[in-house]
């Protein structure tokens, strides 16, 4: 379970105001809101990419907010993949566990456990330069998973896929999902989304966290007209 608590951070004069929201152990929890409501920011303080300025994080009970990012036990998966050119896929999904002190054998049994699961072991040997977008956020996708992480952080990693690929990828993160009973915390401004993934929805506007529930009582009871035009 992530909780965070009344979390207050700044991003230039940007400004995240006191933010209090628990994601339950296994959810699929979706936050959603226009560009520059300040998704990306929460998603950064809780990855420690970030240092909130009050509040407090925890991660299955143990306080992560000051800890570095490699301590706190999150994977993260961001619209740009932010793959090592250099390497292969396979050493691209090694490198977490290697990071972490695995040896090169069990990162390796790793790193092919989980390109099975997302279907791309023929890719093992290839270059990031020579994927398709769609294969490229696969990739991203094993990395982050391959640290065994206790919650997966999804910041937009949908955006850089073309639109035919979207839904195949939806369904591969829900699997993923159901399949580990992984904890996400997945940003978005698409609507699709939310109604394709979410256990539950948060919306957020103007750096503040302005509804959170069950995606059909948001839909049907939107706190403002704001809310009901994000999710029409």
Avoid at 77 to 83: F, I, R, S
Avoid at 145 to 171: F, H, I, W
Avoid at 195 to 204: N, P
């Amino acid at each position: 379970m992530v909780r965070i608590e009344g979390v207050r951070a700044k991003a230039g004069d940007f400004v995240l105001g006191g933010i209090d929201l628990e994601v339950d152990e296994g959810e699929y929890f979706v936050m959603v809101g226009p560009t520059g409501a300040g998704k990306t920011v929460l998603l950064e303080v809780v990855a420690g990419l970030r240092r909130a300025d009050s509040g407090r994080i925890y991660l299955n009970g143990r306080e992560i907010t000051f800890l570095p990012p490699e301590e706190r036990g999150v994977g993260l998966v961001t619209q740009h993949q932010d793959l090592f050119p250099h390497m292969t896929v396979l050493k691209n999904i090694m490198y977490g566990p290697r990071a972490k002190g695995m040896g090169e054998g069990e990162a390796r049994r790793r790193a092919y456990e989980m390109m099975e699961l997302l279907g791309i072991r023929e890719l093992s040997e290839r270059k990031p330069d020579t994927l398709s977008g769609g294969e490229r956020q696969r990739v991203a996708l094993c990395r982050a998973l391959a640290v065994g992480p206790q919650a997966l952080l999804l910041d937009e990693p949908l955006s850089s896929v073309d639109p035919p690929l979207r839904r195949s990828l939806r369904e591969e993160l829900g699997r993923i999902n159901r399949e580990l009973n992984l904890t996400v915390l997945h940003v978005t401004h698409d609507r699709e989304d939310v109604f394709s993934l979410a256990d539950r929805v948060g919306v957020m506007m103007d750096g503040k966290l302005v509804q959170c529930g069950r995606v059909e009582e948001v839909v049907m009871h939107p706190a403002s007209p704001e809310v009901r035009e994000l999710l029409r």
